[in-house]
């Protein structure tokens, strides 16, 4: 059992540049989240999931886009990327909201420069 | 808003017990978690608490919740230095009119030393 897989693992892009960060999970969760964790300000909910189809802001979205076309995966795009989305971050999947335990994966460290 | 507060650092000697605290906003919370995090990985579980419980044990671990003072513990009993890590607390909330995510604090670093 994979768990939860992050790709890719580590990225440097150019101010203005584009990308995706996939995320897949293998336990048919209904729930799942895109994380962002700073130095000294925790993991902070960019967008989230609660089921095929349906995404959802959440506490800093502005700069970020993501889609839920399969159940499995959970895509996070960043159309013009900035300095300040450099980040590492976090995908997590939950059977049913936070009713049960959240899995994360191992994370995606972005610097943009 | 809501807001999970920690201490950022604990340092204890391996043997004794750590005691981590956290304390939320949100009096609604119906689960209150803690996870652990260390250096190069993602967060994993470590234990949670349903907000009509005290306290919960499991093995090295105590949890205990005062839900009047919304403040949550951790406490490591014979902490080893494999238990160096960070430690995220975190609350469940409705966000948004979805079941509930999750808010974290910003993490304590627990340094053991041998």
């Known amino acids: 059992n994979a768990g939860v897989t992050q790709t890719p693992k580590f990225r440097v892009l150019k101010t203005g540049q584009s990308m995706t960060l996939l995320c897949a999970q293998d336990m048919n969760h209904e729930y799942m989240y895109w994380y962002r964790q700073d130095p000294g300000m925790g993991l902070r909910l960019i967008h989230y999931s609660v089921g095929e189809g349906t995404t959802a802001k959440g506490e800093v979205p502005d700069g970020y886009n993501v889609s839920r076309l399969k159940k499995q995966n959970f895509l996070l795009g960043l159309e013009s990327a900035a300095p300040s989305q450099t980040s590492v971050y976090f995908c997590?999947?939950?059977?049913?909201?936070?009713?049960?335990?959240?899995?994360f994966g191992q994370g995606t460290r972005l610097t943009v420069v | 808003g809501e807001d999970v507060e920690q201490s950022l650092f604990l340092s204890v000697r391996e043997g004794d017990s750590s005691v981590i605290n956290c304390t939320y906003t949100d009096s609604s919370s119906t689960y209150l978690y803690w996870y652990k995090q260390e250096p190069g990985a993602g967060l994993q579980l470590l234990t949670y608490?349903?907000?009509?419980?005290d306290m919960k044990q499991d093995q090295r671990l105590t949890v205990l919740l005062n839900k009047k003072d919304k403040h949550l513990s951790l406490r490591i009993a014979d902490t080893q230095t494999g238990d160096s890590a960070i430690y995220f607390c975190a609350e469940s909330i409705n966000y948004g009119g979805s079941q509930g995510n999750l808010i974290f604090g910003k993490g304590t670093k627990l340094s053991v030393k041998p």
């Open positions: 608490i349903f907000s009509n419980m």
């Open positions: 997590a999947s939950s059977l049913q909201g936070v009713r049960t335990e959240a899995f």
